[in-house]
């Protein structure tokens, strides 16, 4: 089993910069990611990391702004920049023991509120 610890949410004004920290504990992992969920609407994909050849995605709507790193364990980093208020949302950390298919592991969710 695999525990995900998040941290870093918070409230920031249109413009500003927030990095949220998603720790893991449990299992050796193939990849970890960021996804969110905004009021009324469905989880999207944010960003990932694969662990193999330090591949990332990201999704097109954040692109340029926010970016994704790893310490030499199991914590990633979320740092969001020129945030907007169409990027409030609960931003959810995820996991997987592997390289394809659903993430199998989610930590608990952290609010990110941008006002105007």
């Known amino acids: 089993q695999v525990q995900l610890v998040e941290s870093g949410g918070g409230l920031v004004q249109a413009g500003g910069s927030l990095r949220l920290s998603c720790t893991a504990s449990?299992?050796?992992?193939?990849?970890m990611g960021w996804f969110r969920q905004a009021p009324g609407k469905e989880r999207e994909f944010v960003i990932s990391l694969y662990w193999s050849g330090g591949r990332i995605y990201i999704a097109d709507s954040v692109k340029g702004r926010f970016t994704i790193s790893r310490d030499n364990a199991n914590t990633v980093y979320l740092q969001m920049t020129s945030l907007q208020p169409g990027d409030t949302a609960v931003y959810y950390c995820?996991?997987?023991?592997?390289?394809?298919?659903?993430?199998?592991?989610w930590g608990q969710g952290t609010q990110v509120t941008v006002s105007s």
């Open positions: 995820a996991a997987s023991t592997s390289t394809m298919g659903p993430y199998d592991y």
């Open positions: 449990g299992r050796t992992l193939s990849r």
